[in-house]
């Protein structure tokens, strides 16, 4: 099996572009003109708003007819104080949000106050994985806590540099299941397709922080996805397709149509699902055009990747409400994270709140063993500890799979806290979310023999 491809070029950090590098920051098909809504006239104000309770309200209605995007108190008042040159329309155009990302100490300061922890991170970093939050998502961050959870997950802090034992820059070994660049075949029927390396946002503890942005990112070209095509095209008993990288949505309509209409040629493939964090950190991205092009392609399906209920926004849920109402199912990939959702009521809070939305808790993992990444890990035995506080007493709709992605290629292995107690003659011996001890018949050998 080949290595997965990585650039060594000492390039800035650049949404995807399949044609050659522009001189500008920001690809060609980010310099067109940008979005610009129905109507010149004022935005009315956003109600407040509660997670599940239905978008469209009298206020609302309006609100959608002009500007087709929410824009919540919170994220009005940001852009009023930090960015009063841009416009409302510029704000909801998500080539904008791109152009505009905070990738440095100086535009990072503006916003927040940097600890001298952050700030010596900042400072020291070199090549992948570096520091990228688009307006919308730095919104989010408290400016004065250098604890509270979204701020954690975005900006650098100097355990990073910390190298502790069994962790490695690949720990899921995806390079060695690598048949061509940017495929990973590890499972019999289905196959990760990496298709970017480019992420509006850059997650701290990201499992594929060895090769995106800077000297990581992919640059691929059409060459690259055609040698991944062809290799889906002639294994027939891959029937499943996931988009990942890096984040398959920061590519435009026109290279994503094109991507999904080659995939839908091929017989054997039978759905295709792609995986994101765009809707939570750049929920501008999901515009009309955007969801009438996945809806060509059904079945379609989409993992979103959620962290804590601080992302429930109005914006995002919009944002999972169009992808939903285009009749893609959404399911939901949280990393487990020391000080950041370790906790029962947390972690509940969160999924309650993503079935309001029509999104369905699908996995909750135990964070990666990457370089790095020892002050985000918890012991298994905290993620077992959620799973019991959730399972019982909350609808098993809200309980995600928690699980280990086993490192050195293993595959997702599901954990669960131990419900079989033992046996007792002829009977189970089982455990209940309560702790109560139920028998159940289940004799050994079948009745009448």
Request: include cysteine.
């Amino acid at each position: 099996m080949s290595k997965l491809a990585i650039p060594t070029t000492e390039e800035e950090d650049k949404p995807p572009s399949l044609a050659a590098p522009a001189e500008e920051s920001y690809p060609p098909s980010c310099a067109a003109k940008p979005f610009l809504p129905d109507s010149p006239l004022a935005l009315p104000s956003v109600p407040h708003w509660v997670p599940g309770r239905p978008l469209q309200t009298d206020g609302l209605k309006s609100y959608s007819r002009i500007s087709r995007f929410l824009v919540s108190p919170a994220s009005r008042a940001f852009r009023k104080r930090f960015y009063p040159e841009a416009s409302e329309a510029e704000w909801n155009d998500w080539r904008w949000q791109l152009r505009n990302r905070i990738r440095d100490i100086r535009n990072l300061e503006r916003l927040v106050e940097l600890t001298e922890n952050e700030r010596e991170a900042i400072e020291r970093h070199r090549g992948s994985l570096p520091v990228g939050i688009n307006p919308y998502y730095a919104a989010l961050m408290d400016p004065r806590d250098p604890n509270q959870p979204i701020r954690r997950t975005v900006i650098p802090v100097m355990d990073e540099y910390l190298h502790s034992p069994g962790e490695a820059d690949d720990p899921l070994g995806e390079d060695e299941d690598s048949p061509v660049p940017g495929l990973v075949h590890r499972y019999p029927d289905r196959v990760l397709f990496l298709v970017t390396g480019f992420c509006s946002t850059y997650c701290r503890y990201c499992t594929r922080s060895r090769m995106v942005g800077n000297t990581g990112e992919y640059r691929f070209d059409i060459s690259h996805w055609e040698r991944a095509l062809q290799y889906i095209e002639s294994t027939p008993q891959v029937r499943d397709v996931l988009l990942s990288g890096g984040d398959p949505l920061t590519l435009s309509d026109d290279r994503l149509d094109w991507l999904l209409s080659r995939l839908y040629r091929i017989p054997h493939v039978e759905f295709i699902r792609i995986g994101t964090k765009v809707p939570v950190v750049l929920p501008q991205r999901i515009t009309l055009s955007l969801t009438r092009l996945l809806k060509k392609y059904h079945p379609l399906w989409m993992s979103i990747h959620f962290t804590h209920p601080d992302e429930l926004t109005p914006e995002v849920a919009q944002a999972c409400e169009r992808l939903a109402g285009a009749g893609i199912p959404l399911g939901s990939q949280t990393v487990l994270m020391k000080g950041i959702n370790d906790d029962v009521a947390v972690m509940k809070k969160l999924m309650h709140g993503l079935l309001k939305i029509r999104v369905k808790p699908y996995y909750l993992y135990q964070c990666d063993p990457i370089t790095g990444s020892a002050h985000f890990r918890t012991p298994v035995s905290k993620g077992l500890e959620i799973i019991q506080g959730l399972r019982g007493f909350t609808t098993g709709y809200a309980v995600p799979s928690y699980v280990i992605d086993a490192p050195g290629g293993g595959g997702k292995i599901p954990l669960l806290p131990d419900s079989v107690v033992g046996r007792e003659g002829d009977d189970l011996l089982l455990r209940n979310y309560e702790g109560q001890i139920f028998r159940y018949p289940d004799p050994v050998r079948p009745a009448g023999k």
